[in-house]
């Protein structure tokens, strides 16, 4: 049996504003495994992002941790993340046991610092010889692709895809235990994802990093290098599942009508061509009572507008957030 290395239990994460609050995370629970892929997968809005930064604990105002907890497992032992600010597990936990590649990871880098001065002020940050954190990037860097010599240069000296291997490489230099991944190829070509993808499978499979949380809104992408899919709507879980099942047979409306609005080059896809899902996402100041997607579902019953169904196993390592699979709806 895989350790767990995270757990969200219960998690809530607001945007406060001054008179009303963006429920952009509400009431996830979840567990990412050491040695799994995790795809995070759903529309635009749907907290995908905030999600992220909510397990990197990279709470900036307004976004606040409104309830539940996070843990993360470090030397064996889970540490509750959620009950430190966001300086202490900043200075104890970032780049060393949890990194992230931020969205447009290939303009996170200032066009006007050498890339080198990042590692020193992480060498800084935890205690460590500067050149000896310098000769570890300049073999990192190699590792992803790039000249050592590179190190020295600007951001703004590199090509997208090659700033963004250059970001992976800096945000990996500790070897951390858990990588997200918020959006790592949308603004690349189909050239640079597939080496992008390739840099971060071949990291997973050296021990660099143990898990990765890969957040997308592409799925084809997901079915690639993932070994669980958490598909989110209006900021919750609404069905978490292993790739292959999910693909397979999707159970949650949204995951389906998800599935069916893209175009890949399956026979069955191309015979029934793509449909749309009808209506738009909620506003998340005030949400639908109930299931938040039952405005747009086909199969919506009385029970979906008035009860929030929850996010219930209902096979071995299949848990999916829907009336339809509940055996009672009262």
């Known amino acids: 049996m895989k350790e767990i290395l995270l757990k969200a239990e219960n998690v809530r994460a607001y945007y406060k504003l001054e008179k009303v609050s963006v429920k952009a995370v509400d009431g996830l629970s979840f567990e990412i495994l050491e040695d799994e892929?995790?795809?995070?997968?759903?529309?635009?809005?749907?907290?995908?992002?905030?999600?992220?930064?909510?397990?990197f604990m990279n709470m900036v105002k307004p976004l606040t941790l409104v309830d539940g907890k996070i843990f993360l497992r470090v030397n064996g032992e889970f540490v509750e993340l959620?009950?430190?600010?966001?300086?202490?597990?900043k200075r104890k936990f970032w780049g060393k046991e949890i990194t992230i590649i931020p969205q447009a990871a290939m303009n996170a880098l200032m066009p006007t610092i050498r890339m080198e001065k990042y590692v020193r002020h992480l060498a800084e940050s935890h205690g460590i010889d500067e050149e000896e954190l310098l000769d570890k990037a300049r073999r990192r860097f190699e590792e992803v692709g790039l000249d050592p010599l590179w190190i020295k240069r600007y951001p703004f000296e590199l090509s997208g895809g090659m700033r963004q291997r250059a970001v992976i490489a800096i945000a990996t230099i500790l070897n951390p235990s858990l990588l997200i991944a918020d959006e790592p190829t949308s603004a690349l070509?189909?050239?640079?994802?597939?080496?992008?993808?390739?840099?971060?499978?071949?990291?997973?499979?050296?021990?660099?990093?143990?898990?990765?949380?890969?957040i997308t809104h592409d799925i084809a992408t997901v079915r690639q290098i993932a070994d669980r899919m958490i598909i989110m709507y209006a900021g919750k879980i609404v069905e978490f599942a292993p790739v292959e099942s999910l693909l397979e047979k999707p159970l949650h409306p949204y995951t389906q009508g998800l599935f069916n609005s893209v175009l890949t080059p399956e026979p069955e896809v191309k015979k029934r061509g793509i449909t749309t899902i009808p209506g738009a996402p909620p506003n998340l100041i005030n949400p639908p009572s109930g299931c938040r997607f039952h405005p747009r579902c086909p199969?919506?019953?009385?029970?979906?507008?008035?009860k929030e169904p929850p996010l219930t196993e209902i096979e071995p390592g299949r848990r999916v957030a829907c009336w339809l699979y509940m055996e009672e709806r009262a």
């Open 37 to 55: 892929v995790i795809g995070v997968v759903g529309e635009s809005g749907c907290g995908k992002t905030t999600l992220s930064n909510v397990i």
């Open 82 to 89: 959620s009950s430190m600010t966001r300086d202490e597990v």
């Open 189 to 214: 070509d189909v050239v640079n994802q597939k080496v992008l993808l390739k840099v971060l499978m071949q990291m997973k499979r050296q021990g660099i990093v143990k898990s990765i949380i890969f």
């Open 299 to 306: 199969h919506a019953m009385d029970v979906c507008k008035e």
